[in-house]
């Protein structure tokens, strides 16, 4: 069984550009969730997917959207970049909405 | 807002020494609370969870302690080792509906032999 992975591991962007990062849940888990966590914070949770479909949204911006496709995995896009979406950004997959989150381990995104 | 304090946000302690990590929150909805540890590099992994109908909950070497009256939970590692050095996150959840789980700031923790 293969755990949740995310790519890019890192990724340098300039502000107003635009990002995708990706992830690939863990065999058989249908629910991702996105986090972004600031350097020495903890993670704020930006979205959750769950088959396909939004299910839930923290305290961030249209600009910060997501896919999840069949196959159960994800995108995060960021459009307009600021300089303050620099942080590590985590996903999280689980069986269902209300199941443990098992943690990839994450994209550096840094904003200049 | 932040719903879930915690604290201190860096302790060092000797091998074999009990560090104690403590979270108080706010939302009285939140019903699971779970615990996370991070290594550098890596993503948060679940270490031990507990839910406000249990006062205590032990694994092997770590035990949570919760008082819903307080609304205060505390992470406690027994016999500490070098290799618990790292970064851990109380964290609280609402139980149904979708899951968001709420992280406290964390507290970077070092076992010096």
């Known amino acids: ?112 | 807002q932040q719903q879930v304090k915690q604290s201190p946000q860096s302790l060092i302690v000797q091998k074999g020494g009990i560090p104690i990590i403590n979270c108080a929150y706010e939302n009285t909805a939140f019903d699971y609370f779970p615990w996370y540890q991070q290594f550098p590099g890596k993503g948060p992994a679940l270490l031990i969870a507990i839910r406000p109908d249990v006062s205590e909950k032990k694994e092997g070497r770590f035990t949570i302690s919760f008082n819903k009256s307080a609304k205060q939970f505390s992470l406690h590692i027994m016999d500490s080792q070098p290799g618990d050095s790292a970064t851990y996150f109380c964290a609280a959840r609402i139980t149904g509906g979708y899951q968001k789980v709420t992280f406290g700031t964390g507290t970077k923790l070092q076992v010096i032999p």
């Open chain 1, 1 to 112: 069984e293969t755990g949740v992975t995310q790519s890019p591991t890192h990724l340098i962007k300039t502000r107003g550009q635009q990002v995708t990062l990706r992830c690939s849940s863990q065999s058989g888990h249908n629910t991702v969730s996105w986090y972004q966590q600031a350097l020495g914070q903890g993670p704020q949770f930006i979205f959750q997917y769950y088959r396909e479909e939004e299910n839930g949204r923290g305290n961030f911006p249209p600009r910060f959207s997501g896919l999840q496709f069949p196959n159960y995995s994800s995108e995060l896009n960021v459009n307009a970049l600021e300089l303050d979406d620099s942080a590590l950004y985590l996903c999280a997959s689980s069986p269902s909405t209300g199941s443990t989150q098992y943690f990839g381990p994450g994209t550096r995104l840094t904003v200049l």
